[in-house]
Every structure is written in structure tokens, then in C-alpha cells.
């Protein structure tokens, strides 16, 4: 299999992948904001934007790194519990102060509505990376923090509403087997939903993020983070990672059904979907 700008075996890439987060780890969240130019905050809003979470929504996010989808989450459907609660507070004027604070009080215990988050991560500096940046920004119920690989995920069946992966799809060995994790965890009427790199459809701005990709992510990697093999990796596996018709195929395959995609800036990134009916 490619491990970037090598060839390695399909053993070895586990193992190498996880060397590159365990160095990347602690300026991850930096890089990210460099190297996107702070784009990847858009596009990570926009999977929000397509997840629609309901009040009581378990949402397992794989490959969740340093929180980033975990921490949107929670802020999103803390926003939509009050203000749903606010509605139905409006329509209630028949209620007395003290019925009225009970309310408030029961909305103060649960500010989720019952949402939760998993996030999984098979690499432990990053999930402390995204342990202590919950504590740093308050994030204190509602979040879990899971060591376990995309291939075998320590959960039983049918249990979480929506499966999201950002930008860890690629970085998975066996990506069929990852799928069908996915589909094993997800409840009948499941949504599957994965951010990752994709292949851009414009030949100018081909050219450019080439450019910019090869020669400038890893001088960057080397400026910041001392580590110019680790963004080598980085800019080498989103090449070699499927087109967005040939990924749309290999989540099919997996059993998903209705599967969709949106390519975002220009085939920069690409939104898949499927359900499992
Ligand atoms: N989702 C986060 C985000 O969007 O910022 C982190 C993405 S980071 C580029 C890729 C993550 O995938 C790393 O945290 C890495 O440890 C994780 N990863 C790689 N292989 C994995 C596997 N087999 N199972 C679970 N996580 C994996």
C-alpha cells in the first residue's frame, strides 16, 4: 500500500500513520489554521450545516483528533435546545414563575437536549490534544473520549444516530472495513458523513493547489512544526485518496444507501452522505 511519498505494507502503514499524529499532535490545530488558511473552520461548519441533529442525537465521531467536529457539535445543538425551549416557553403564559423556573432548571441539568458525542481516535496524543482543549474551553458533559481504530470500533451494533469522519478517511488502511464499521455502529436510519480531500475540477486551480501543496505545505511543516515528512505524508495521501465518484461507489459498496456528495472549493474537499435503511 502508499504510505504517502512511499511504499509500504499494509502493516507498516498503520504504524507510520500513527507516528505522524503522535509528532503532529501538539501543533495540530495551528497547522490546520495555516495551512487551510483557516478555510478548513468553513468547511468543518458546513458538515454541521448537513448533519441536522435531532434532540437526543448520539453522534460518533471517528478519527476526531483534537474535537474540532465534537466541539461544533455540542455548541450547535446547545443553540438549538435553547432556543427551543425559549419557543416553548412563549407559547406557555399560562405558566406561574415557579413552573417557569423548573423549566429553566430542567434545561440547566440537559443543556443538550440529550445529544451526546463519542469522539474515537486511535492515536492518544491527539485525543489528549482534545482533552485539554475541552477543559481550556468549558466543554465539561455530553463528550467522551474513545482510544480505538476506525477498523474496530469498540462499540456494539446500532448505536449511534450519526457517524462522522474528517479528514480520517485517508489515513485508514483498510477504508472498506472502516465502512463497514461505520455501518455496524450506525441505528437502522443511520447517517454516514465524511469530510476528506478530494480531486479538484478546475484545471487553473488544479495547478495552483498543486503548487502551493508540494511546495509550500511542507516548508511550512518544517517552519512550524520541525517536521517536514509528517506534511510530505500529509500532501502525498490526499492524492492518492478516490475521486468523488469512486469513493460515492466504495461507500455503496459498504451497504449505504442514497449516497450523495458535494464537492466545496473546487474539489478541494468533498461532503459524502449515505444512510443505512
Ligand atoms: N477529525 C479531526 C479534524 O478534522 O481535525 C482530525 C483529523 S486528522 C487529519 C486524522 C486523524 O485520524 C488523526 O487524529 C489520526 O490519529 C486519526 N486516525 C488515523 N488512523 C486511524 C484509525 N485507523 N482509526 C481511528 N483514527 C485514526
Not at 512511499?6 to 507498516?12: F, I, K, W
Not at 463519542?118 to 490534544?129: A, G, Q, S, Y
Not at 502551493?212 to 518544517?222: C, D, T
Request: net charge negative; aromatic share 12%.
Amino acid at each position: 500500500t502508499h504510505f504517502g511519498f512511499e511504499t509500504v505494507s499494509e502493516e507498516e502503514k498503520g504504524g507510520k500513520v500513527y507516528q505522524v499524529f503522535e509528532s503532529v499532535a501538539k501543533k495540530y490545530d495551528v497547522m490546520n489554521d495555516m495551512m487551510s488558511l483557516g478555510i478548513h473552520r468553513i468547511w468543518k461548519d458546513l458538515l454541521l450545516w448537513k448533519m441536522h441533529p435531532f434532540p437526543g442525537t448520539q453522534l460518533l465521531d471517528v478519527a476526531g483528533g483534537t474535537g474540532d467536529i465534537a466541539f461544533r457539535f455540542l455548541n450547535h445543538v446547545q443553540a438549538q435546545h435553547r432556543e427551543k425551549q425559549k419557543r416553548h416557553l412563549r407559547t406557555q403564559q399560562h405558566l406561574s414563575w415557579e413552573e417557569i423556573a423548573k423549566k429553566y432548571q430542567d434545561e440547566e441539568a440537559d443543556p443538550l437536549g440529550g445529544c451526546r458525542v463519542v469522539v474515537c481516535d486511535i492515536n492518544k496524543e491527539m485525543l489528549k490534544m482534545g482533552k485539554q482543549k475541552a477543559c481550556a474551553q468549558g466543554y465539561k458533559t455530553g463528550i467522551a473520549w474513545v482510544l480505538g481504530d476506525a477498523e474496530e470500533l469498540p462499540f456494539d451494533d446500532d448505536k449511534f444516530d450519526i457517524y462522522t469522519i474528517a479528514f480520517g478517511i485517508r489515513n485508514v488502511t483498510h477504508i472498506d472495513q472502516a465502512l463497514q464499521e461505520a455501518y455496524r455502529v450506525l441505528k437502522p436510519g443511520g447517517r454516514f458523513l465524511c469530510l476528506e480531500f478530494s480531486r479538484v475540477n478546475n484545471p487553473l486551480i488544479s495547478r495552483l493547489y498543486d503548487l502551493y501543496s508540494f511546495q509550500v505545505i511542507p516548508v511550512l511543516g518544517e517552519v512550524i512544526a520541525g517536521d517536514w515528512k509528517s506534511y510530505q505524508y500529509l500532501v502525498e495521501s490526499i492524492r492518492q485518496f478516490p475521486p468523488q465518484e469512486e469513493f460515492k461507489e466504495i461507500i455503496e459498496d459498504a451497504g449505504f444507501q442514497k449516497v450523495t456528495y458535494e464537492s466545496l472549493t473546487s474539489g478541494i474537499v468533498a461532503i459524502h452522505s449515505g444512510f443505512k435503511l
